[in-house]
């Protein structure tokens, strides 16, 4: 299970204010911190951009690669955003994402292909529902899987996210045992190694208690391991969940085991 | 996911000295911190006694029995303390456990029908070899089950005990995720709900460094609850490792969650 930082995110104050300065210095900070707790990959988390859509995307871009070869995920809904990224990134790149949604289906799809680059599908309805089972779920891994085959995009290049629920939601501890098993039996509902990425943030969303929200969120890392899961989008600088995400990684795929593995 | 204490062995050093004085106060100082920390059943495991047989079994029972109502497993290979022990046991009572070889399936077993008590059955070979992989342990389950019908145990009192190996072993690694398919997989395989308990304890032999020992013990745990296990024996006194089992079982099983579930 490889893990992607989720660190870098337009949100959070500091790196809004970066970009309104194009000062690219929080930016490297928090990206060395990220490569040295062991990120396999980044994700540029932009949001939409609005005006800043080109020089905000390069500037992006160029900040992070200007302190590490990660490869990067690039993280809009705006496809003239996307664009930019994909013309100035040089790392290996994986586009975050596409859905059913129809304009996304026409803008985003089609780059993948244009740029050589993996691209994450949601298994979320056109209009951005959550899909209510796992039945559903699958519906719309085949129909993501078809309509970017319609788009010239080949099924080795698409990253299935099932999107974790709020545990939070009415239903959302059987939705995230949904997604488990989405995760599991892909692979074998589509005959080929489906590869599958999930985020972790959203699922403890409202936990007030610190311990309760680290024990709920380390005990699912080990499930989506087990599940089979490929890579998962998290806080890298959360150091006993990676831990947790490390040890599970290797009890899921490893052939061959030693203590001096596991990272304490 | 039920939890089952087996912090009660004879291999421990005051508790030997316990039986050897007859003296129920370490027992019973033992067993209370077992339930505090909310044990839901206590495993008495007292070897084969040997000599004491008889009056020892009995005071092992009657020491846990007077503080505590919790059902209990009476965890012997020698057939005559097994059956003292069913006899001095009021408590809901679990047989811990029979396997393949003969002298069980033919002293061990009957116990269950005779003293309508749950049964444990392991997947080992006649000779406690491990199995080496899924398909074996699944022949093995079958094989346990046609045994014990034959001895008149109907297969609703067996709980199928997969035997975890230590991941030190040469194919550890391998083996810890065949017992995670086989308890995910036994119900559908057998067409009923197989109940199945996995002990803990074996797992981690070997690792010298805590940390790591707890990464590995906690996130197999979560692993164990979303394939289905209905009992853990584990250490009930680790309250870290306890805590995770209490959340995973939550995220495996139950139908609504709130935050107020979550004891950290």
Redesign the interface.
Known sequence: MKLIADNLRITKTDIQNALKAYDPKPIQALVNQCVEKGAWAIDVNTGPLGKFSERGMTFFIEAVQSVTELPLLIDTSNPVAMRVGLEAVDNKVIINGFSLESHKLEKIVPLAEEYDADIIGFLLYPDSRVPRDEAKRFEIALELFEQADAAGVSKERIIIDPVVPP??WED???Q??AV?NVIRMLPDLLSFPVRTIAGLSNLTT????K??KR??E??????L???GLDYALMDILDHESV??AK??G???K??????GM???
């Open positions: 545990l939070a959302g501890i059987v995230a045992r488990l409202g936990a007030g208690d311990t309760k024990l709920v380390q005990s699912y890392i080990a499930m391991a087990a599940a831990s947790v040890a599970s290797i009890l899921a490893e052939e061959l085991f030693s203590w596991v990272s304490g």
